[in-house]
């Protein structure tokens, strides 16, 4: 009986430490560290570059201002009178923010009917996926983390009708994923475990 209770406190012990698949990496402003911590994110970023063409520092940049890395990411929910909840901002969820109807779109695309959106290897492939057609749709640079944050932001449709233009605050969100891709390249260059 002894044993049981000790199996027991040891499993509770080990899970209160654990965090969870979905939680974030420590350390979002180094990519090694990030990788290191995550291999699992390393081999999903390649895989989306093999098959869609979109490098690793374009998705990582993409995924940090989307979700902060956290799998079960969600939009806010929304108050009437200001503490009523009347539901989210919108359907998107997960590591790559996929709205309900994008993500439909893609399984049906790639049949890929399983892939769920907390679950890094499949953000990854629909975030590929989305890119590889903001290039085919639009022009953009499967490179250029700046304007292919704009259209996934705002849609194939949006992003070639300008609509980003009159948002300022998206502008600059759009600096910072261009940045932040920069930098998480650079520091990509000098992982041990990135070669």
């Given at each position: 009986?002894?044993?049981?209770?000790?199996?027991?406190?040891?499993?509770?012990?080990?899970?209160s430490c654990g965090g969870g698949h979905k939680a974030p990496p420590r350390n979002l402003d180094n990519?090694?560290?990030?990788?290191?911590?995550?291999?699992?994110?390393?081999?999903?970023?390649?895989?989306?570059?093999?098959?869609?063409?979109?490098?690793?520092?374009?998705?990582?940049?993409?995924?940090?201002?989307?979700?902060?890395?956290?799998?079960?990411?969600?939009?806010?929910?929304?108050?009437?009178?200001?503490?009523?909840?009347?539901?989210?901002?919108?359907?998107?969820?997960?590591?790559?923010?996929?709205?309900?109807?994008?993500?439909?779109?893609?399984?049906?695309?790639?049949?890929?009917?399983?892939?769920?959106?907390?679950?890094?290897?499949?953000?990854?492939?629909?975030?590929?996926?989305?890119?590889?057609?903001?290039?085919?749709?639009?022009?953009?640079?499967?490179?250029?983390?700046?304007?292919?944050?704009?259209?996934?932001?705002?849609?194939?449709?949006?992003?070639?009708?300008?609509?980003?233009?009159?948002?300022?605050?998206?502008?600059?969100?759009?600096?910072?994923?261009?940045?932040?891709?920069?930098?998480?390249?650079?520091?990509?260059?000098?992982?041990?475990?990135?070669?």
């Open positions: 009986m002894s044993r049981l209770i000790s199996a027991l406190v040891l499993l509770m012990a080990v899970a990519a090694c560290s990030i990788i290191q911590q995550r291999p699992e994110y390393l081999k999903a970023f390649r895989a989306t570059q093999r098959r869609w063409g979109v490098p690793v520092h374009v998705q990582m940049a993409t995924i940090y201002h989307e979700s902060r890395f956290r799998g079960d990411a969600r939009t806010p929910h929304q108050y009437l009178l200001g503490v009523i909840p009347v539901g989210r901002q919108s359907s998107a969820y997960g590591y790559s923010q996929a709205l309900d109807g994008t993500w439909d779109d893609y399984r049906r695309d790639t049949g890929r009917r399983r892939a769920k959106r907390d679950r890094i290897s499949d953000a990854a492939d629909f975030m590929g996926w989305y890119m590889r057609k903001s290039l085919e749709k639009n022009g953009i640079p499967l490179y250029d983390a700046r304007n292919q944050y704009l259209a996934y932001h705002e849609g194939h449709t949006g992003y070639s009708r300008g609509s980003y233009r009159s948002k300022a605050w998206l502008m600059r969100v759009a600096g910072q994923v261009e940045a932040r891709a920069q930098a998480y390249q650079a520091q990509l260059a000098t992982c041990r475990k990135f070669r």
